[in-house]
């Protein structure tokens, strides 16, 4: 499909440029990595919830949206007008779908064909499938469940409602509690261990994949269940939800960096096959890991995403390879600004 936004190839200049974000997710740190990389930056935000962006004073301009759906021909003007550079983030595509993503004429980083192979369970299983990766477990038929299960509804937004069943009767007893009419819905394996959410960045420019930091999730109310007895767990008839609250960072034990490593040079090297430019930039592996260091991948997200937020001043990891702050969101401007300036701009847009 041929561009339609008007590269400035002629520019080696990463000042003709401006990176731009949506106000959510992890805006304020690719706001700042821009600045902190000598470029300019734009955030586009839905109106009541800019006052972060004002706040930590990280942007030099703040669009506002009454609604997502205002994302059109003209709000897409006035980007392409600046030589804006859009980052995607999760709630970037949650707000705005993948349809309209691939239909967006504004230069955006990163590749838009993968988001097929993220967002579709099936696609998805095969790319990590092929790049051999531990999975969990997926049951064709709650008849099928002989262990621990955890059972995914599509509409279950953020990991809210999953629920964990041990047999086909709890599994359509809860069914019929909780989503009498879902049919959309994953039946995985429950792996025992912790989670473990390893952030990468793939260069094309460089050729190197880097491990930036890695998080775990605080999520409610599986983080408070601890909290009380295990009788009055029960007493309290208590379904565990994975409601996102925050990020934790985490340090790995060293020995598993060179497995981390190969994780994620398979899943590059394989998603090269599976569409054009393949994935670069930014992802992240979500896996659970056992008491045997077995690394379960339950999920791949092809593009930043919130777990490197606490690493705005840089993370154990990139403070080793970097003599400045490395944020991922640095990252990304820093790329950008050398792919302008190498004149290779096309490389790293979607
Ligand atoms: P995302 O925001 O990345 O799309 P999500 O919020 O929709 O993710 P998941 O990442 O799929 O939800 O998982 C939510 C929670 O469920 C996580 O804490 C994870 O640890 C747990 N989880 C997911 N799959 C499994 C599994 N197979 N075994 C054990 N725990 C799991």
Same mark, same amino acid.
């Given at each position: 499909?041929?561009?339609?936004?008007?590269?400035?190839?002629?520019?080696?200049?990463?000042?003709?440029?401006?990176?731009?974000?949506?106000?959510?997710?992890?805006?304020?740190?690719?706001?700042?990595?821009?600045?902190?990389?000598?470029?300019?930056?734009?955030?586009?935000?839905?109106?009541?919830?800019?006052?972060?962006?004002?706040?930590?004073?990280?942007?030099?301009?703040?669009?506002?949206?009454?609604?997502?759906?205002?994302?059109?021909?003209?709000?897409?003007?006035?980007?392409?007008?600046?030589?804006?550079?859009?980052?995607?983030?999760?709630?970037?595509?949650?707000?705005?779908?993948?349809?309209?993503?691939?239909?967006?004429?504004?230069?955006?980083?990163?590749?838009?064909?993968?988001?097929?192979?993220?967002?579709?369970?099936?696609?998805?299983?095969?790319?990590?499938?092929?790049?051999?990766?531990?999975?969990?477990?997926?049951? %064709?038929?709650? =008849?099928?469940? $002989?262990?621990? *299960?955890? /059972?995914?509804?599509?509409?279950? &937004?953020? !990991?809210?409602?999953?629920?964990?069943?041990?047999?086909?009767?709890?599994?359509?007893?809860?069914?019929?509690?909780?989503?009498?009419?879902?049919?959309?819905?994953?039946?995985?394996?429950?792996?025992?261990?912790?989670?473990?959410?390893?952030?990468?960045?793939?260069?094309?420019?460089?050729?190197?994949?880097?491990?930036?930091?890695?998080?775990?999730?605080?999520?409610?109310?599986?983080?408070?269940?601890?909290?009380?007895?295990?009788?009055?767990?029960?007493?309290?008839?208590?379904?565990?939800?994975?409601?996102?609250?925050?990020?934790?960072?985490?340090?790995?034990?060293?020995?598993?960096?060179? %497995?981390?490593? =190969?994780?994620? $040079?398979?899943? *590059?090297? /394989?998603?090269?096959?599976?569409? &054009?430019? !393949?994935?670069?930039?930014?992802?992240?592996?979500?896996?659970?890991?056992?008491?045997?260091?077995?690394?379960?991948?339950?999920?791949?997200?092809?593009?930043?995403?919130?777990?490197?937020?606490?690493?705005?001043?840089?993370?154990?990891?990139?403070?080793?390879?970097?003599?400045?702050?490395?944020?991922?969101?640095?990252?990304?401007?820093?790329?950008?600004?050398?792919?302008?300036?190498?004149?290779?701009?096309?490389?790293?847009?979607?």
């Amino acid at each position: 499909m041929a561009k339609s936004y008007p590269i400035p190839q002629a520019s080696n200049n990463p000042k003709d440029f401006v990176i731009a974000t949506m106000g959510s997710h992890s805006a304020l740190q690719i706001l700042k990595g821009a600045r902190d990389e000598g470029m300019r930056n734009l955030v586009i935000c839905k109106k009541g919830k800019e006052r972060p962006y004002k706040s930590y004073g990280v942007a030099d301009e703040i669009i506002l949206v009454d609604e997502w759906t205002d994302w059109n021909e003209a709000l897409e003007e006035e980007l392409m007008k600046r030589n804006a550079i859009i980052i995607p983030h999760g709630s970037f595509i949650a707000y705005l779908g993948h349809e309209r993503v691939q239909k967006m004429r504004t230069m955006y980083y990163g590749t838009k064909e993968i988001l097929e192979w993220e967002s579709d369970r099936r696609l998805e299983r095969e790319w990590l499938e092929k790049s051999q990766l531990m999975l969990p477990r997926v049951f %064709e038929k709650p =008849e099928d469940i $002989d262990k621990p *299960v955890i /059972v995914k509804f599509h509409g279950a &937004g953020g !990991g809210f409602g999953y629920f964990v069943v041990k047999s086909p009767e709890q599994f359509y007893e809860v069914k019929r509690k909780k989503y009498p009419e879902e049919e959309d819905f994953v039946i995985q394996e429950y792996i025992l261990g912790v989670p473990l959410y390893i952030h990468y960045f793939y260069s094309p420019i460089t050729k190197e994949l880097e491990i930036m930091s890695l998080d775990k999730r605080y999520e409610s109310n599986a983080d408070s269940i601890g909290r009380i007895r295990a009788e009055d767990q029960l007493a309290a008839n208590i379904y565990t939800s994975y409601t996102i609250v925050g990020n934790i960072p985490i340090v790995v034990r060293e020995s598993l960096l060179p %497995e981390l490593f =190969e994780m994620g $040079d398979r899943v *590059v090297e /394989v998603s090269k096959t599976l569409c &054009g430019k !393949g994935l670069f930039g930014p992802f992240c592996l979500e896996t659970i890991v056992t008491r045997k260091l077995q690394i379960v991948v339950f999920e791949i997200s092809a593009r930043i995403v919130a777990g490197t937020n606490p690493f705005i001043e840089g993370s154990p990891y990139t403070q080793l390879k970097y003599d400045v702050p490395m944020s991922t969101g640095r990252r990304i401007a820093r790329e950008i600004k050398q792919a302008i300036a190498a004149g290779r701009l096309d490389e790293v847009l979607g």
